[in-house]
């Protein structure tokens, strides 16, 4: 289990000016979304069942890129050493900073290091600081993990590139959960009014595959995880999506280790 007395900075450090605006808007109204709870706690699980025994997890240097408010930080930090929180949206990492300052629902936990940023680089001195010590750190992670992030990202094999940079030679790995693309139907994960920022409706086996392999991950697999019920618009662009019909989404696991 990660130690919880060790000292450790909550203060957000920014390389953005104001993130994106929309996840900085709806960072307040977060977590009292259950079909996000549903999902983390579903994602939370899938991880666990991939890594490592207790024994080896518990020394793990984690980096989590796309945090928002922490909801996956919180259940998998008593699990390893450490971890660090990235996002580009100030507002999520504001509510996150909150939950672990003195008097918040998570002080407890000394390990999370939250961190405003969008990260392109590998040594981006950003996540250069150990969230245990609070002192400059030159290692490499043994995990990167990202979830419900993909499909907002333009460039994915950008993005896997400055992962595999991050992992730790040999050992590091990958582990990112999203939402399936199984045809036109999978757009209606989001309602009409929340597309600004989504890429892709989705992601797809193959594609996952082609790029985790291309950027030089080996043991590439992508395979179906789970599947969320979450309630959709009746209609595209009614915003009824409180009472809407339920449908079923995918999710897809992908896994990958650094060379």
Request: glycine residues 8%; proline residues 7%; contains cysteine.
């Amino acid at each position: 289990m990660a130690s919880s007395t060790a000292n450790t900075t909550t203060d957000p450090i920014s390389t953005t000016g104001t993130g994106n605006a929309r996840f900085n808007a709806d960072a307040a109204n977060w977590d009292s979304n259950p079909s996000i709870q549903l999902a983390t706690s579903l994602a939370f699980e899938s991880y666990l069942s991939r890594l490592p025994p207790p024994s080896e997890l518990s020394s793990f240097n984690v980096l989590e890129i796309g945090c928002g408010t922490g909801l996956l930080s919180l259940l998998l930090a008593p699990h390893v050493r450490s971890l660090a929180a990235v996002d580009a949206a100030e507002g999520m990492i504001d509510v996150l900073t909150h939950k672990l300052s003195p008097g918040g629902t998570y002080e407890q936990v000394k390990n999370v290091r939250p961190v405003t940023a969008l990260l392109e680089e590998p040594e981006d001195p950003i996540i250069k600081i150990d969230p245990v010590t609070g002192e400059a750190w030159e290692g490499k992670f043994n995990l990167v993990i990202s979830h419900l992030v993909l499909h907002h990202v333009a460039d994915l094999t950008a993005l896997f590139k400055t992962i595999y940079g991050t992992l730790k030679p040999g050992t590091g790995r990958v582990v990112t959960t999203d939402f399936e693309n199984f045809g036109p139907e999978a757009r209606r994960f989001h309602p009409e009014a929340k597309m600004d920022g989504v890429e892709r409706h989705g992601i797809t086996k193959e594609e996952m595959e082609e790029i985790l392999k291309g950027v030089g991950f080996e043991e590439v697999k992508v395979e179906r995880g789970f599947v969320l019920q979450k309630r959709v618009e009746s209609e595209p662009g009614k915003g009824d999506m409180e009472r809407g019909p339920v449908m079923e989404f995918p999710f897809l696991v992908c896994e990958g280790r650094r060379v």
